[in-house]
């Protein structure tokens, strides 16, 4: 067993490379401008853009594949799970199988795709009288091969019912950690959906978003050598690490084996941790199925394209709604949830 709790530390790159048991993470960070009366952009500000694939990393901020409204419009997966955490702005959610929803600010959103369904994620620009910040991760989460032809569901995770640790160093600095899957320093998460690689607690699936103050210090326990941990600094200036002085923008392999001591440089800093002992099958991904073997990525684009996992029941590609509607979540069998 190494001392070191590092590994390995690169840059990061779009989309963030994760292990197994994730596939990936997405980041977004966009200045949306005020929204116009559709809550979308108005046309003399996105002139010019490559609209429908607009993923310009030098701009201020990108459409994706929206027209009008950012985001993305309804499109399949297969096979693994999506986190989305929406950290600041509002997201739009609509699927195949009627439900939808409204989360924002911290809410978390986790979807079992399972045997298939179609999803639209738009990001509306609520504010008509100010700006919209928006930031937004989406973390894939893989599926083991018992668990890829499930019936697919979504279930919310709402801000206010995440629980929160929040730690004061020697020196009166502070660190918060939201525990949005596994375990940390004894608080427990609330549960993800049943048929996750994480609802198993001895695979150790963790997902925390940390602050630290400048200054302020904390330490990562250690869990069992066969997880993978993977820890993204990705705003911030510097941290001290064993010994080293890590950059941010900087995703950092981690013994997990070894407890982790961070005290932070002179900014805050930001981070996110995926941990979890891997599934260990084999990984066949074609856009948005991921299965075990290629074989079973045709049967997948066979199937949506003789179904459409379901169709598309609402009037837009790029659904979304009304302007005073607040958070919400509809599922699939009818039941509605008010925030």
Known sequence: ?????????????????????????????????????????????????????????????????????????????????????????????????????????????????????????????????????????????????????????????????????????????????????GTFNGVNALKPNPDSWAADPSNEVAILTIKLEPGASITLPSASAEANRNLYFYKGESIELDGNTIQGNSRIILNSEVEASITNGDKESYFLLLQGKPIGEPVVQYGPFVMNTEQEIREAFAEYQQTEFGGWPWPMKEQVWDKSKGRFAKYDDGTEELR
Do not use: C
């Not at 500000?45 to 701009?59: E, H, L, S, V």
């Not at 809410?107 to 609520?126: N, R, Y």
């Not at 890829?148 to 801000?159: C, D, G, I, N, T």
């Open 1 to 181: 067993m190494s001392s070191s709790p590092i590994r390995h530390i690169e840059s990061l790159s779009s989309p963030w490379k994760a292990q197994d048991p994730f596939l990936f993470s997405a980041y977004h960070r966009d200045e949306y401008p005020k929204g116009n009366h559709n809550l979308g952009v108005s046309p003399e500000q996105i002139q010019g853009r490559n609209i429908g694939q607009d993923f310009n990393p030098m701009a201020d901020f990108r459409m994706y594949h929206g027209s009008s409204v950012p985001g993305f419009p309804y499109h399949p997966h297969r096979g693994f799970e999506t986190v989305t955490i929406a950290v600041e702005g509002v997201v739009d959610h609509s699927d195949s199988l009627g439900g939808a929803g409204r989360f924002k600010d911290g809410d978390v959103q986790w979807m079992t795709a399972g045997k298939g369904i179609q999803h639209s994620e738009m990001f509306p620009l609520i504010n008509t009288d100010k700006d919209n910040p928006f930031e937004l991760f989406q973390i894939w989460l893989n599926l083991p091969k018992r668990s890829k032809m499930v019936a697919p569901h979504y279930k919310m995770l709402w801000s206010e019912d995440i629980p929160v640790v929040e730690i004061e160093d020697e020196n009166g600095k502070k660190a918060k950690v939201d525990v949005v899957a």
